[in-house]
């Protein structure tokens, strides 16, 4: 009689991509919201609840120093595996900061995860990656959208909204209703939602970083 091994199951494979939460403490419309509890637990490990989910090469959390030392009292960055890199408080958003440490991440392709949604879906940003969205060379970022679902969220500041063209391209982002169609009449089955979640490519980053106009006045206006 021979006894019989199960055979061993190899782990699942990583992602090629770099996965960077952004953050700060001293957001003007919505202050220490990373420790801000969504059904008991931070927003922030929310973010990184996904993050570790689409078993990415490397997981990369981003914030001024300050901020980072405070959150590591309330946070076991270890339990994410997670690799802390202190960013600039005069980044004005989660984007410059991102681009602040493009050449510190390891792989082509980063995708960003913002901690204010923690509703956000991480097997679909999977299935998105996996589909090969940045598979055209041509394009140099994504991002994600959906609809609204109550009035009270497409009226608010805090959810940014968005235009595309028939193609899928973005054509302007804002904090304020958008479309609005002849005397200013809102359509809400047209409004879209973006979700704060950005895929790049590190060319992309690149490009930002050395860019003398980037961010835009139009960008410090919106906040976006």
């Known amino acids: 009689m021979t006894e019989s ?4 199951i190899a782990p699942p494979e990583r992602r090629d991509v770099s996965v960077v939460v ?4 001293a957001s003007e419309r919505f202050p220490n919201k990373a420790l801000s509890l969504f059904f008991g637990e931070s927003l922030i490990e929310h973010a990184l609840d996904k993050a570790k989910r689409l078993r990415a090469r490397e997981i990369v959390l981003t914030a001024p120093a300050d901020d980072l030392a405070a959150l590591s009292a309330d946070v076991d960055f270890n339990a994410f595996d997670v690799r ?3 960013t600039s408080s005069d980044c004005a958003s989660a984007t410059e900061r991102v681009v ?3 050449e510190q991440l390891i792989c082509d392709t980063v995708l960003t995860i913002p901690i204010d949604e923690p509703m956000l879906d ?4 999977a299935r998105h990656l996996d589909a090969g969205c940045m598979n055209d060379p041509q394009i140099g970022a994504v991002t994600f959208y959906c609809d609204f679902f109550m009035a009270a969220d497409y009226e608010s500041p805090l959810s940014a909204k968005l235009v595309i063209d028939r193609h899928g391209r973005l054509l302007y982002m804002s904090r304020s209703v958008i479309p609005v169609g002849k005397g200013g009449v809102v359509d809400p089955a047209r409004l879209k939602k ?6 790049f490519r590190r060319s992309f980053l690149r490009a930002l970083a ?3 106009d980037v961010p835009t006045a139009l960008d410090r206006h919106e906040g976006l």
């Open 22 to 25: 952004p953050f700060r403490m």
């Open 100 to 102: 602040s440490i493009y």
């Open 210 to 212: 050395d860019a003398s």
């Open 5 to 8: 091994t199960a055979p061993e």
């Open 122 to 125: 991480a097997d679909e940003l």
């Open 194 to 199: 973006n979700v704060g979640a950005f895929v």
């Open 84 to 86: 802390v890199i202190a």
